[in-house]
């Protein structure tokens, strides 16, 4: 009997062993601790915002429309800035040195890039200019506010310019400036306009009920706005509608511009409608559209479910869906849309 109590205490006790070697102790989990926002870089607001936010002025030789494209002194320098960093570029247009600076102190924009006169700035704040040596008369600068000492943007601009070989910036300038005076050939005239065809593009726009200027946009990507480009894969005319599209709207190269126009618009107004209705954001869907026109209706819905499949939003076109499509979508909806907002900035 005593040996049976032995032997069970001794099993008792082997398996209570066993048991104890089997209970893991759960580690903590690591607290996960929010950077507050206000810890957080100039140029990491800026990466995070995905987009340079400038003003610079003299419209004409800065920032406006060459043969229906963006173009400029300081828009070319900002645009390969900006593409530099993977960023976009947000411009506009003030000829008021005291309301950039005001704009620059209230954190509205990030740089201002122009002509300076003079520096009329608030004494009480920090600026830091970063000064375009290319003409003696005249001072051309970049300018930032420095706010607590923060020198994120202005460090990363030293080093892009240091980069940017002074004679691809004197290149820059003579693009626009002629020495001294500002180049006055026909092709330099400050516009106001896109193209020849605004007016017939302007009434295409009011009847699908869109910005004139997104259909300019999309018609500059397109074409050039040459009425009659034919590509290798056999689109034709302003809007690059194929064969079928054509047939499908009742035209054919014989067609005038109106009739162009009013195809292309009905085309886009399809892929609106059948389009599902939960993409409701009216940017994104405007971005989904545009893919439509570029690549067909069926390769974008496979994007959506592709999307979807590696958890992403299928009714974003942003940072979701344009990753699973064609690359020349991407691109196409990303050129398209990138123009349009200087179309914006520069044309009313």
């Not at 140029?43 to 610079?56: N, S």
């Not at 699908?208 to 590509?231: N, P, V």
């Not at 409701?280 to 869907?285: A, G, H, K, W």
Request: with cysteine.
């Amino acid at each position: 009997m005593k040996c049976f109590e032995r032997f069970f205490w001794w099993l008792f006790c082997l398996l209570f062993a066993v048991s104890c070697d089997e209970i893991k102790v759960p580690e903590p989990e690591p607290e996960i601790i929010e950077v507050p926002e206000d810890t957080l870089s100039v140029l990491e607001h800026i990466q995070d915002r995905g987009m340079i936010r400038a003003v610079t002025n003299k419209r004409h030789v800065n920032y406006r429309l060459l043969e229906g494209h963006p173009a400029g002194f300081q828009f070319d320098l900002l645009d390969d800035f900006t593409e530099a960093l993977d960023l976009d570029l947000s411009l506009s247009v003030n000829d008021s040195l005291l309301e950039c600076y005001q704009l620059l102190k209230d954190g509205e924009i990030d740089i201002f890039a122009g002509e300076i006169d003079s520096l009329c700035i608030d004494s009480s704040l920090c600026y830091r200019m970063i000064e375009l040596p290319v003409e003696q008369d005249r001072l051309f600068a970049w300018v930032t506010c420095i706010m607590d000492g923060d020198t994120s943007l202005t460090s990363v601009i030293d080093l892009w310019m240091d980069d940017y070989k002074s004679s691809d910036l004197r290149k820059c300038y003579y693009r626009y400036y002629n020495g001294k005076n500002i180049r006055n050939d026909s092709s330099f005239r400050a516009m106001s306009h896109i193209s020849q065809y605004d007016n017939l593009i302007k009434a295409e726009a009011k009847r699908m009920g869109w910005d004139w200027r997104l259909l300019a946009s999309i018609i500059y990507q397109e074409s050039h706005f040459k009425l009659d480009l034919e590509s290798e894969q056999g689109a034709y005319g302003l809007m690059q509608l194929m064969p079928v599209t054509m047939d499908k709207y009742g035209i054919d190269y014989d067609s005038s511009v109106e009739e162009q126009l009013e195809a292309g618009g009905k085309l886009l107004l399809h892929f609106d409608q059948n389009l599902p209705a939960s993409i409701s954001d009216t940017l994104e869907r405007e971005k989904f559209m545009l893919a439509c026109y570029n690549a067909g209706m069926g390769h974008v819905l496979e994007s959506r479910l592709a999307a979807e499949k590696h958890g992403k939003d299928p009714n974003l076109w942003t940072d979701n869906v344009e990753f699973f499509g064609p690359k020349q979508t991407y691109y196409f909806v990303k050129e398209v849309t990138k123009r349009y907002s200087h179309y914006k900035a520069l044309i009313e």
